[in-house]
């Protein structure tokens, strides 16, 4: 057989096998360990004395993938950055952000709901893991909105898709992922998040209230609190808005020239302000201790994808696959637009079946290429490309589009991780009531998506600044 067609076979022999059930991380690890072997066998004409000699050549091969890649500063990032959510939440930060927010938005209707997005928000720009942040909300938000007489379906919807938000909203560990499998600049990315973040938060915001005005009893507002109590409510939230703007300051120099430092300089210094402020507020060993657990938890679960994943990558490249599928996208006779929003649409479907992570791990190997060929090419201008922005800038637009579909895919059925944690960690809900909860917001998502689609800008505007 041809590497294509090999690549082709494993390829979906991978697939049958994450759906019927085996993690991400082990179906990929072992279809591409199977796709090497078979590509090194068949260079032999498939001899049968030479089949350990490709079985050898095919783990050596494999065994490079989890050093060479994974050593990789800038993953270095990912820890880093949930340490920082996990000690803002023992240190009582997030607490602390949802009373400012509730105290100041709670007002309009659907107040609790509204205030509980906004809060959202604010963590997940000093968490940047999803699953993190929708754990953190399910424990605070979602007893304060059953308390006044909210649908418990809803109120763990809001908070399950809410979550979603750290996937981009910097930092962003899905935009640091992305950087590295795409190699484009992970500060530019991660500045590139912010606006279309917001936005996603400001459209949820916008269903929240619209269904709260049109249903009886939906959402009713909170008030009472005097502009005395708003104020002081403030000063204890403030310590997350300046680990934010450290870290803008590092990725980012505001004033021009150069940057202070690295995006991963400026994530360990998040964390040791973080780590300040909770010994500060009398965070002690044990709550420390969970805060260090957790994150290592999460982070050996997000790193281990990646080498499995990676080892298919590189059986991909052995396979020709990348090529040769960036070679049948440009075939077409569709327009470049209608490819791309059918490569969404393939996102939101592969999303029903498989993790966010494991989803673009595996995907954008292949469909990347293919994307900035359909532009005409990584170093083609702005006045020549098919999206009408220059190589970089489409890689970035893309990186964007593909993390917001991943968004999209927490909070789908069958898989939707983001789900499954808020029934985890609220015994009253079952998960089929996490996945009604969330379906009004799959529209807010599909609107979000196509602005962005339609309107670039949007996600341009912040890094072309830069």
Known sequence: MEPIDIGLAVTGLMLVIVVLGMRVAFAAALAGLVGLVWIFWSKKGYAGDEFLWALTVAVKTAGQVPHSKISSQALSLIPTFILIGYLAYYAGLTRALFEAAKRWVAWVPGGLAVSTVFATAGFAAVSGASVATAAVFARIAIPEMLKIGYDKRFA???????????????????????????????????????????????????????????????????????????????????????????IIFFVYNPFGGDAWGTPTEGGAIGAFVVFLMALWRGMRWPELKDALLETAKLSVMIFTIIWGVLIYVRFLGFADLPHAFADWITSLTLSPMLILVCILLAYAVLGMFMDAIGMLLLTLPVVYPAVMALNGGVNVSAEEAAFGMSGPMCAIWFGILVVKMAEFCLITPPIGLNCFVVAGVRPDLSVQDVFRGVMPFFVADAVTIALLVAFPMIVLWLPGLA
């Open 156 to 246: 763990a919807g809001v908070v399950a898709a809410a979550g979603t938000l750290a996937s981009l909203i910097p930092p962003s560990a899905l935009l640091v992922i992305y950087a590295i499998i795409v190699e484009q600049d992970v500060g530019k990315l991660l500045l590139a998040g912010f606006i279309p973040g917001v936005f996603s938060a400001i459209v949820y915001v916008v269903l929240i209230v619209g269904l709260a005005l049109t249903i009886k009893g939906f959402g009713p507002p909170v008030g009472g609190f005097t502009w005395r109590e708003r104020f002081s409510a403030l000063p204890p939230a403030l310590p997350i808005v300046f680990v934010v703007v450290t």
